[in-house]
């Protein structure tokens, strides 16, 4: 059992919630709680850190199979990225996903995000995209890291699930897009038609900007067609999430 919280796994940790670089380094995230250890897939947990209350509560019989460690409250607390820890982390492997395989299947449903900054909008994003039946989710390098633990939280256990990828220039990737029939849509205040006026029953990717500043506008001028979604009072944009909430339901509905 782990007493102290200067103990070097307790420190790794510490530094595995807050920089992407050690992340990347070891080749793995955190992911914390009770949902998000039952949903992670088995062979994918590379090690459980569970606290002393939590353990003795549920006995070694719930981590068999499983490599563990067992630390004291106040270490537990130490090591948690969260105000109210629910008892138990996990260091998971990452994963790593190929673009070939998202546009290979017959007409692909994509999210293409340009620059997305807020962790709450990408993990919500990123569940979304599974309850709507997406097959994968783009992003430029520059948006916030995924695997943020304050993103993790927002998947909800769809970071197991949702296929992503990473990429320098989304730019780069559109011919691909095109290639196999991908048709492009960038929600656009000057949109040819409202969003629900287009017909996404094949291959279709949707592209989502900035929070703040919303798509560049060398990549709206790339998308193959402009749409819009209506709104009421003196707003010009949605949120994010919400925009790209719709869109990709629109798909689900049109599809079903």
Known sequence: MITSTSNPQVKNLQQLAKKAKTRNEQDVFLVEGMKMFQEAPREKIKKVYISKSLFEEKGQAFLQGLEYEVLDEHVFQAASDTKTPQGILCVVEQYHYRLEDMISK??????????????????????????????????????????????????????????????????????????????????????????????????????????????????????????????????????????????????????R
Not at 158 to 184: A, H, N, W
Not at 191 to 211: L, R, S, V, W
Not at 215 to 220: G, R
Not at 228 to 243: D, Q, T, W
């Open 106 to 255: 017959e007409n692909p449903h994509l999210l293409i995000l340009e620059n997305l900054q807020d962790p709450g909008n990408l993990g919500t994003i990123m569940r979304t995209a599974e309850g709507a039946g997406a097959d994968g989710v783009i992003l430029s390098r520059t948006s916030v890291d995924l695997y943020n633990p304050k993103t993790i939280r927002s998947t909800m256990g769809s970071i197991y699930r949702m296929p992503f990828l990473y990429v320098d220039d989304l730019e780069m990737i559109l011919p691909g897009l095109r290639e196999k029939g991908i048709q492009t849509y960038a929600a656009h205040l000057q949109g040819k038609n409202p969003y629900d006026q287009e017909n996404y029953q094949t291959g279709c990717a949707f592209f989502i900007g900035n929070e703040g500043n919303g798509l560049s506008e060398n990549l709206s001028k790339k998308a193959d067609t402009w749409i819009r979604i209506p709104m009421h009072g003196k707003l010009e944009s949605l949120n994010a999430a919400v925009a790209a909430s719709i869109l990709m339901y629109e798909v689900c509905r049109q599809r």
